[in-house]
């Protein structure tokens, strides 16, 4: 990989954690410039989720003050979303790279879209949570589909802690801040152990990791700030229309 190239997935993952920043879609930025620089999907793939590693590191030590008391629940939740996570990781590893191509328009078709509906989605979990009574535990279907969440999450990521975000915010009548800084943790939970996988066993291009996990940090780092100066609207609807656009990019060129 040429020096270019690292720079640009650099550049790529400030912009990475800038999106993140905004609706928790860094890797909608992220995978397709480790396709553009020349990765094979399989391989983009596996080397974006062990680069968030460091976007996850950032959100949970950055949503410390939020997880106060949060500690047993996230501990059940975290053990599910973690065996979730290896699951869908494996899962990836299995799937015939062929198939695996078929299947990635339409993933980030489905990331696009959640980006754009973001808004009105937390905003029906809250109005949602806040008719229930307080709960102190998730039940069973809650666990459930923070598992397939997890399994989604470990397969390709993207989007993963959107829906996780609305999940817990409909199951768990909290503020949005506590709900999503347990999203943080429980989608970390799942991007972690995959990552681990897939550092193992799986092809991971380790130089477009640092180029890329470094960029991530800065953008996840400074992306708060800048998200305040600059409206999230037109940001989030212009990414959102990039990515229907390369996924039907991706289909069309297959």
Same mark, same amino acid.
């Given at each position: ?81 973690? +065996? ?112 681990? +996988? ?57």
């Amino acid at each position: 990989m040429t020096g270019w190239q690292l720079a640009f997935l650099f550049v790529a993952g400030i912009g990475g954690g800038l999106t993140g920043s905004i609706a928790g879609l860094a890797s909608l930025v992220s995978y397709p410039a480790l396709l553009a620089v020349g990765l094979p999907p399989v391989v983009a793939n596996v080397t974006n989720t062990v680069a968030m590693i460091g976007t996850t590191a950032g959100s949970v030590a950055g949503s410390r003050p939020e997880l106060r008391g949060q500690g047993p629940v996230l501990l059940r939740l975290c053990a599910l979303t973690a +065996v979730g996570g290896a699951a869908g990781g494996a899962l990836l590893l299995v799937t015939p790279s062929d198939a695996f191509e078929a299947i990635v328009p339409w993933l980030i078709a489905l990331a696009s879209v959640l980006l754009v509906v973001a808004p009105r989605l937390r905003a029906w979990a809250t109005r949602h949570a806040a008719e229930t009574a307080p709960a102190t535990r998730l039940g069973p279907l809650t666990l459930v589909a923070a598992f397939g969440v997890a399994l989604y999450g470990g397969y390709f990521g993207a989007a993963a802690g959107v829906m996780m975000l609305a999940l817990l915010s409909v199951s768990w009548s909290q503020s949005l801040a506590r709900s999503n800084a347990a999203k943080n943790v429980a989608s970390g939970a799942a991007n972690i152990v995959a990552a681990v +996988v897939f550092a193992i066993v799986a092809p991971v291009h380790w130089a477009a990791v640092g180029a890329l996990a470094a960029g991530l940090l800065i953008g996840s780092r400074v992306g708060p700030a800048l998200v305040r100066r600059v409206p999230a609207t037109p940001l989030r609807l212009a990414i959102g229309l990039a990515g229907l656009g390369l996924a039907a990019s991706l289909w069309f060129g297959r």
